[in-house]
């Protein structure tokens, strides 16, 4: 296929892995990067050798670039994303897909309207670990899914994230943070979520920033920081999720485990595309441990723009969509909506399960 030309537009920490890993795709050639502060695009593209260095207005007006891959903060992906929609761009952004339900349905309506596409981080799940697990649980290794727990449990950001502000901001938080990467794991898994319900907490009002360089400033919390839900699959499957920044000394849980009806599955850390997958088995006197199927488990960050890139040029469905990023932002709003109003949350939206990526030979 002809590489679909991509341009970056947020050129912030999580960039770096974006620009080197988007040079060895050979379904996309990074052609541009943009950014709020000219000159740190600039610094980017010469590190990087992108061929420009672009303000935002102007990476949208290049009418080359077919894919706009969003790395703003969360407060800015739905602005950033309809403008890229609107200047008839396909796009990839960074999870959240949005910080409120309301700019998530505006993403995905006016890409419907116009024949484009949303994909969305995380795409961890891609990755050889976590599409290890599918396998064994679509091949009836532990039988039928009953329960899943996931927990992440952190102090927050503010010990070593150069600008932590916006993770207690709207938007912010563990769950809108670090959920993804379990609610979208947990789907890929075990398909859609039917309702959720859960407690929310602020644990601190304010959180004072331990790292440089913005060292003794004080941050007002706007979200919740500790969060404990409930989970309804719609297979029938009962989830437990705990996320937190307010256990600095974290714990001695598993990220996630799933309970079968013939055995029970540990998975790796879904913040990562590889990691150590652990099956018992009914009988067994302990876990074993599971050679990994397939590939993709180094931190292959952009796999998933590379996924819509192939799925476009063959037109079937890419994996990362945005309809489950819609479903994941959802769920996350629902636990808090659930513990502010003492109730369950029935979920409006749905999504599918994502295709399985292929097993691989190279796979470790």
């Known amino acids: 296929m002809t590489p679909i030309k991509v341009g970056i537009i947020g050129c912030g920490n999580i ?145 070593w994230h150069p600008d932590p502000a916006f993770y207690y901001k709207k938007g912010g938080g563990p769950m809108f943070d670090m959920g993804p990467y379990y609610l979208t794991a947990l789907v890929n898994l075990l398909g859609p979520i039917r309702r959720v319900t859960g407690s929310a907490v602020v644990s601190h009002p304010q959180r004072t920033v331990r790292s440089e360089p913005k060292r003794g400033e004080v941050i007002d919390v706007e979200v919740p920081t500790h969060i ?37 599955l540990l998975v790796p850390d879904p913040n990562n595309f590889g990691g150590v997958v652990r099956l018992r088995r009914q009988g067994a006197d302990a876990a074993e441990e599971i050679p990994l199927t397939h590939g993709f488990t180094d931190n292959n960050r952009g796999i998933g723009v590379a996924d819509l890139a192939r799925s476009i040029a063959e037109g079937i469905p890419h994996r990362a969509s945005g309809e489950m990023a819609y479903h994941v932002l959802e769920a996350m709003h629902g636990f808090h909506d659930a513990s502010a109003e003492g109730r369950h949350y029935e979920m409006v939206s749905s999504c599918s399960r994502p295709e399985a990526m292929p097993e691989a030979a190279e796979a470790k």
């Open 15 to 159: 960039s770096r892995i974006y620009f080197t890993n988007l040079k060895q795709y050979p379904e996309v050639e990074l052609a541009a990067c943009a950014d709020m502060d000219p000159s740190r695009a600039r610094a980017m593209a010469e590190e990087y050798g992108i061929p420009h260095a672009y303000t935002v207005e102007e990476l949208l007006a290049d009418p080359e670039i077919g894919i706009v891959v969003n790395l703003t903060i969360p407060q800015a992906h739905a602005p950033v994303c309809l403008a890229a929609l609107e200047a008839g761009k396909h796009v990839y952004v960074e999870k959240p897909l949005a910080v409120t339900r309301e700019e998530g349905r505006q993403v995905l309506e006016l890409a419907a309207s116009k024949g484009l596409r949303v994909a969305s981080a995380p795409e961890t799940f891609l990755g050889g670990a976590i599409q290890t697990c599918r396998k064994l649980i679509d091949d009836g290794a532990i039988g039928r899914p009953i329960a899943a727990v996931g927990f992440m449990l952190s102090g927050g950001h503010e010990s």
């Open 228 to 264: 404990a839900g409930v989970i309804d699959f719609e297979n029938g499957t009962v989830g437990t999720l705990i996320t937190s920044f307010d256990t600095p000394v974290g714990g001695t849980l598993p990220n996630i485990e799933i309970y079968g009806t013939a055995g029970t």
